[in-house]
């Protein structure tokens, strides 16, 4: 493991072992979690590289060990599309974890893609209130994020007006056509987290994996602006992302 600014990076041989790795973590946060408050709060992620993170987790080497009446499911971002839509993130989880598991519906928190974003924004942030209680900024127990080769993380692009928001949770995401607007977590919500988890897998990562770990300019992408404010922050990544860091051993 490598301790930096950036946070704490383990480097995998491939993706299998990275997302072992991801399910063994979401394993120990979540007992750890749940025995201490008896509810592990986490926030998943869309994109192709959390996949067979959440196929793991449904297996049943993983699905057996997990105390999932404890387990409630938020998500950092979603399309505005219905939770049918092969672009749907809930469509992902639901798909290769959620159907899969004892997970009581109750603690399904998902985006509801299929209503104009605003008003979703709105309705997502309400639950999460709901769900915390109290003013404060919420803090989930695990937010599992990925990084887009522009530096983007959840639905959060560069240069875009979510970024700046500092007081909503939630905020829509309105996207030039033909691109699907989106709703996402908002930046203090991200950092407020215990423990933000980054996936990053393939070589096509690489420019911006190295810019977001070693670059001098981190904090003018999206993902380099995720910094825990009391929380830890770890990224998985795998040999072929890693390829151009200097510091990857
Ligand atoms: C989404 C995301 C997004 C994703 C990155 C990386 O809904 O698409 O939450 O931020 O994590 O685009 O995606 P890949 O895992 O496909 O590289």
């Not at 990275?18 to 394993?27: G, I, K, M, V």
């Not at 946060?29 to 590289?49: D, E, N, P, Q």
């Not at 699905?63 to 599309?81: L, M, N, P, S, Y």
């Not at 699907?180 to 988890?197: E, G, K, S, Y």
């Amino acid at each position: 493991m490598i301790p930096g600014a950036a946070g704490q990076i383990r480097v995998f041989h491939d993706l299998e072992a990275l997302s072992r790795a991801a399910a063994d973590l979401f394993f120990t946060l979540s007992h750890m979690a749940i025995a201490a408050r008896k509810k592990f709060t986490v926030a998943l992620s869309g994109g192709s590289t959390p996949a067979r993170l959440y196929s793991l987790l449904g297996s049943d080497e993983y699905c057996e060990k997990i105390t999932w009446q404890g387990v409630h499911v938020f998500w950092t971002d979603e399309r505005a599309v219905p939770k049918e839509h092969p672009e749907s993130n809930y469509r992902l989880a639901d798909t290769s974890l959620l159907s899969k598991v004892p997970l009581p519906a109750g603690n399904i928190h998902r985006i509801r893609g299929e209503e104009e974003p605003r008003s979703a924004a709105q309705r997502y942030e309400e639950e999460i209130r709901q769900f915390f209680g109290g003013t404060q900024v919420p803090v989930f127990d695990l937010v599992i994020l990925g990084a887009g080769e522009d530096g983007h993380t959840a639905s959060l692009f560069p240069g875009s007006a979510p970024l700046n928001e500092r007081v909503r949770l939630a905020a829509p995401v309105l996207m030039d056509r033909p691109k699907i607007d989106r709703v996402t977590l908002t930046l203090p919500v991200l950092n407020h987290a215990a423990h933000i988890l980054f996936l990053v897998s393939g070589r096509k990562k690489g420019d911006i994996l190295r810019e977001l770990l070693e670059g001098e300019h981190r904090d003018t992408y999206p993902a380099g602006l995720v910094q825990p404010v009391n929380g830890s922050l770890e990224w998985l990544v795998d040999k072929d992302a890693a390829a151009l860091l200097r510091n990857a051993g």
